[in-house]
């Protein structure tokens, strides 16, 4: 939903630098997956709900923003969206509780212990993982990337789908905060 939001805000480029930042972040989880980090997410309920309160926080401040910036001609003659989407896209996934517990969760149902090598088998799994969910992130952005820029053509359009995003990235960030885990 990040990626849709930011390809249809800032157009195909936008949405591009989204999934690139959010496939750091993606890496990122990995690595603390690897290194038996995210456990400290599944075993402490004060983490996860720190991380997911920041990740809910984060959401809503850029949908803010978003909302903020909506109609002002300097945004819209640089056809962008407030902020530059890849370091966005790597804080929304570093803040994103659930990739971290997924990878903790997934991950080592397909480890073989026995055959050694298991730091290596997490970031090869983990590396595979976020490829593909980059890749889906990356075909958003060039299917929704077409459609934001069209928007950016009509001012009035474009504030209302700025306004429109913006609204997304609140509810997004509600629904994060409003979820029991």
Same mark, same amino acid.
């Given at each position: 939903?990040?990626?849709?939001?930011?390809?249809?805000?800032?157009?195909?480029?936008? =949405? $591009?630098?989204?999934? +690139?930042? !959010?496939?750091?972040?993606?890496?990122?989880? @990995?690595?603390? %997956?690897?290194? =038996? $980090?995210?456990?400290? +997410?599944? !075993?402490?309920?004060?983490?996860?709900?720190? @991380?997911?309160? %920041?990740?809910?926080?984060?959401?809503i401040y850029l949908g803010i923003r978003m909302i903020r910036s909506a109609g002002h001609a300097e945004f819209i003659a640089a056809k962008a969206t407030p902020g530059n989407p890849f370091p966005q896209g790597i804080v929304t996934e570093l803040l994103n509780p659930k990739t971290a517990l997924f990878f903790l969760s997934f991950l080592p149902q397909f480890v073989n212990a026995k055959a050694g090598a298991v730091f290596a088998q997490f970031l090869l799994l983990g590396t595979i993982t976020v490829i593909l969910n980059s890749t889906a992130d990356v075909?958003?952005?060039?299917?929704?990337?077409?459609?934001?820029?069209?928007?950016?053509?009509?001012?009035?359009?474009?504030?209302?789908?700025?306004?429109?995003?913006?609204?997304?990235?609140?509810?997004?960030g509600v629904f994060l905060a409003a979820r029991e885990t």
């Amino acid at each position: 939903m990040y990626v849709l939001t930011r390809s249809l805000a800032g157009g195909r480029r936008a =949405g $591009i630098l989204s999934s +690139l930042g !959010t496939l750091l972040g993606g890496f990122v989880h @990995v690595f603390a %997956a690897a290194l =038996g $980090i995210s456990a400290v +997410l599944a !075993t402490s309920t004060i983490a996860y709900q720190a @991380v997911r309160w %920041a990740g809910a926080a984060y959401l809503i401040y850029l949908g803010i923003r978003m909302i903020r910036s909506a109609g002002h001609a300097e945004f819209i003659a640089a056809k962008a969206t407030p902020g530059n989407p890849f370091p966005q896209g790597i804080v929304t996934e570093l803040l994103n509780p659930k990739t971290a517990l997924f990878f903790l969760s997934f991950l080592p149902q397909f480890v073989n212990a026995k055959a050694g090598a298991v730091f290596a088998q997490f970031l090869l799994l983990g590396t595979i993982t976020v490829i593909l969910n980059s890749t889906a992130d990356v075909v958003v952005a060039l299917f929704a990337g077409p459609i934001g820029e069209r928007l950016l053509a009509s001012r009035r359009a474009r504030k209302n789908q700025q306004r429109a995003t913006g609204a997304v990235m609140i509810g997004l960030g509600v629904f994060l905060a409003a979820r029991e885990t």
